[in-house]
């Protein structure tokens, strides 16, 4: 069975910084793209970025590029997101996701349970 | 990026009546090694992370009920429940994965009438 186990709920203050993980089981983890998707209270998905373990080849959306870092440590089946200056628009809920093996089958299979991230002073 | 544009935003149906979420993408998302469109859908119910219904625009996950279809080509798609059934109330996304960065539709409220 596959899971992706993420780490639990964090409160932040505004310019604090973040690494949420996430480990995965059940599954090639090293070959398979696993990604970030934020959701903000009652809005909608938005992709992050995703990175390929095997070579940590990373792609960020250029609305969280700078603003964000992903990496993965394979050798440990886990994946990580980073956040530096939280501000409180950064409240939400983080998810990673694998997607399916394969070139050009990126769509994601599998999530993790989410992360509550609450950025408040 | 490429946006995807989901209608309506709120849908109501009554039980057992047909739902019908539509998706269109801003360009094509034809992925030619396969001839298919880079398009999925999922289903998120509240406090739960999304769940894959839909990839290739028309191959239903394992597991999903076969009462949910998706249809589509060039940059119009769509998303049909035959029948709806009390646990289908969620939103429904569509999602492009043709070319980074991956989009998401703004999200379809599905209610029972």
């Known amino acids: 069975e596959v899971r992706l186990v993420q780490s639990g709920a964090e409160m932040k203050k505004p310019g604090e910084s973040l690494k949420i993980s996430c480990k995965g089981s059940?599954?090639?983890?090293?070959?398979?793209?696993i990604g970030w998707v934020r959701q903000v209270p009652g809005k909608g998905l938005e992709w992050m970025g995703v990175?390929?373990?095997?070579?940590?080849?990373?792609r960020y959306s250029p609305s969280f590029q700078g603003q964000v870092t992903i990496s993965a440590d394979k050798s440990i089946s886990t994946a990580y997101l980073q956040c530096n200056s939280l501000q409180a628009s950064d409240t939400a809920t983080y998810y990673c996701?694998?997607?399916?093996?394969?070139?050009?089958?990126?769509?994601?299979?599998?999530w993790g349970q989410g992360t509550l991230v609450t950025v408040s002073s | 990026d490429i946006v995807m544009t989901q209608s309506p935003d709120t849908l109501a149906v009554s039980l057992g009546e047909r739902a019908t979420i539509n998706c269109k993408s801003s360009?094509?998302?034809?992925?030619?090694?396969?001839?298919?469109?880079?398009l999925a859908w999922y289903q998120q119910k509240p406090g739960q992370p999304p769940k894959l219904l839909i990839y290739?625009?028309?191959t239903r996950e394992s597991g999903v009920p076969d009462r949910f279809s998706g249809s589509g080509s060039g940059t119009d798609f769509t998303l049909t429940i035959s029948s709806l059934q009390a646990e289908d109330v969620a939103i429904y996304y569509c999602?492009?994965?043709?070319?980074?960065?991956?989009?998401f539709g703004q999200g379809t409220k599905l209610e029972i009438k």
């Open positions: 996701a694998k997607r399916k093996a394969g070139i050009g089958w990126y769509f994601f299979d599998s």
């Open positions: 059940g599954y090639s983890f090293a070959n398979s793209w």
């Open positions: 990175i390929y373990p095997a070579d940590s080849d990373t």
């Open positions: 360009q094509s998302i034809l992925y030619t090694s396969n001839n298919k469109n880079s």
């Open positions: 290739w625009a028309s």
């Open positions: 999602q492009q994965y043709y070319r980074s960065p991956d989009t």
